[in-house]
């Protein structure tokens, strides 16, 4: 249950939740999930102790066990529903959220702050994950800026390789890249998802710490592909 929650995003339930509260009730779900196995667990130590010593102090190591079991999966479990509360995510919400979340395309993911470059495949085409319009990578921001007769240097400075033929040339080559722009590929650090420049420059969160955009997802941070 806790591996389906974790894949879950805000749009999966139509909202815009606090990123930080968001991945807050993910980590209490979790941990709900695991008292309850503990709580099993204890259970049944405790009632084959029952069936075992068959007297007092079978009875008392039962209930010992379940008293103990119940104490940590209760306040899990009232951890758990407070965050539900505050985010007002009801058992329906809940379920048409999984629901939404298994007919999206599957994401890679991954379980570290840290992204490793990989080479990507020339033929797969990323997509935002918010307004799902194609994305541009620095490799093919490059290559669509060379088609155009221009470079980008290091620094990110963009130059024209010849004069353009007048003014209304130069407008045109400004307004592509200006749109290119705001195609960047943007990926979280934490979760992997990719976003489109413009969505998070007019829907993302501020970052909890760094103060930057933040991912909508899990509300970690973020960096160019």
Sequence with gaps: MSETINKLTPEDFGQNFDPTLFSDWKKSVEAHEKAGLVNIVLYLIGFVALVSLKDIVGLVLFFGFAFVGLGISIPKRNKRKRFE???????????????????????????????????????????????????????????ELNEMGMRIDASGN?????????????????ARVAKMEG???????????????????????????????????????????
């Design 85 to 143: 509360r505050e985010l007002r995510i009801s058992n329906s919400d809940l379920k048409a959220a999984i629901a939404k979340s298994r007919d999206r395309p599957k994401q890679a993911t991954v379980s570290t702050d840290k992204v490793k470059e990989t080479p990507e495949p020339a033929t797969t085409a990323k997509k935002c994950q918010r307004c799902n319009k194609t994305v541009l990578t620095r490799n093919e921001f490059a290559s």
């Design 158 to 174: 963009i130059t024209a390789d010849g004069a353009f033929k007048g003014y209304g040339a130069l407008q045109d080559a400004q």
């Design 183 to 225: 195609d960047k590929a943007i990926q979280c650090k934490s979760c992997g998802n990719v976003y489109c420049v413009d969505c998070l420059a007019k829907h993302a969160p501020r970052h909890r710490t760094s103060g930057g955009k933040a991912c909508f997802s899990c509300g970690g941070s973020l960096q160019e592909i």
